[in-house]
C-alpha cells in the first residue's frame, strides 16, 4: 500500500505548491503591493527598506495560504484520480475511500501542527520587524507620541514577575496615567499597587497618590492596604524601552497574548481582541486539515476533474469559510460571544461538514 500513499501524495503536493504560489500572489499583488508603493510615493522609502519591509510582509501572507493550497490540492487530486477512472480502480480492489484519503488526511493534519509552530515562532517575530520599519525608517517616527492601553513587564526566566498596565502613555512628556501594576511570587499574584500617574524622574518611574493591597495566600482576599503619595514603579525600564515594547495582537506571541489578556483583564478595558489573536493561532492553522476533510470527497466527481473548476469551487469555499470566520470574530472581539467559542465555530461547521462528506462518499 505504499505504493499507492505515495501515487495519491504525488497527486496533491503538485497542486498544493502551486495554490500556496497562486493565493500568496494574489494576497501581495492585491495589497502588500499597493502598501509598498504607497510607501515610495508618499514617504520617499528607499529601495533597500521596502524589499526588507515586503520580505518581512510575506510569512504573515505564506501562513494563511496553507489552507486554501490544501483545498485546492484535495479537490484537484481526487477530482483528477475520479476523471481518469482510477478511484473506481482503486475501489474495486476493496479500499475504502478514506484508506485513500488517509495519507492526504495526515500530511493536512502535519501541515496544520507545522503552521502552528510556524505561526508561533516565524510570524509574529516577521510582523514586529516589519512594524519597526514601518514606525522606524519609512514613517521616520519611533513610537507615536502617545499610547493608550499600554502593558509592561517584568519576567524572571520564562516567568512573569511583574505586570504593569496603563491606560496611557505619553512619551513627549513622559507621563504614565492609570496605572495597576501585578507583582508574582511562583505565578501567583502577591501584590496590587494602583496609582493616578507615574513621572521618570531619569532613572526610573515614580508613581504619584496610589495604593498597594497586599493579598493573602490562596487568593482569600486583602491582607493589608496602604496608601502612599511617592513610590517607585517595579519596572526597570526607561521610556524609550517602554514605547518600543508595545506591539500589537499580530506581532505577539502566545505567551505574549496571555499574559496581555491577564493584564488588561479586571481593568475595564475590552481585552477580547487579544484573547481572538490568541485563539485563532490554533484554529487558522488547523483549518489546513478541515478543508482537506471537505475537498477531498468533494473532488470525487467526473466533473470536478477541471482545474478550472476546481479552483473556483475552492475559492467559493473559502469565501464561505473566511466569511463565517470574520462574523464570528467580530461577534467575539464585541463581546457578544465568548471568544474561544467564535474562535472555533468556523473549523466546527467545516468539521461537520466534511465528516459529513466523507459519509456520504463512503456510502
Known sequence: ?????????????????????????????????????????????????????????????????????VLLASLLAFGRLSGTSEIIVMRAGGLSFLRLAMPVYITALIISLGAIVFNEYVVPASNHA????????????????????????????GDISTLVYAKRYDAETKLITGITAQLFTNGEVTQIENAATATWNGSYWIMHDGVVYDLAPDGKGVERTMHFKDQVLPVAKDPKQISQEQREPEEMTIKELRAQVKALKGTGVNYRKWEM????????????????????????????????????????????????????????????????????????????????LNWRVSK
Open 1 to 69: 500500500m505504499r505504493i499507492l500513499d505515495k501515487y495519491i501524495l504525488k497527486a496533491f503536493i503538485g497542486p498544493f505548491l502551486f495554490g500556496i504560489f497562486a493565493f500568496s500572489s494574489i494576497f501581495v499583488g492585491t495589497s502588500t503591493l499597493f502598501r509598498i508603493a504607497q510607501f515610495i510615493t508618499e514617504y520617499g522609502a528607499s529601495l533597500w527598506s521596502v524589499t526588507r519591509a515586503f520580505i518581512l510582509a510575506l510569512p504573515s501572507i505564506v501562513v494563511l495560504t496553507f489552507p486554501m493550497a
Open 130 to 157: 516589519y512594524q519597526s520599519i514601518i514606525r522606524n525608517e519609512i514613517k521616520r517616527q519611533a513610537a507615536p507620541q502617545a499610547q493608550e492601553h499600554i502593558v509592561i513587564k517584568n519576567m524572571d526566566g
Open 277 to 356: 489573536e490568541m485563539y485563532q493561532r490554533f484554529t487558522i492553522p488547523i483549518a489546513s486539515f478541515v478543508f482537506a476533510l471537505v475537498g477531498a470527497p468533494l473532488g470525487l466527481q467526473k466533473q470536478r476533474s477541471s482545474s478550472s473548476i476546481g479552483f473556483g469551487l475552492s475559492v467559493l469555499i473559502i469565501f464561505i469559510y473566511y466569511s463565517v470566520m470574520t462574523f464570528t470574530g467580530a461577534l467575539g472581539k464585541g463581546g457578544a460571544i465568548p471568544p474561544l467559542l467564535a474562535a472555533m465555530i468556523p473549523d466546527t461547521l467545516g468539521i461537520i461538514a466534511g465528516l459529513w
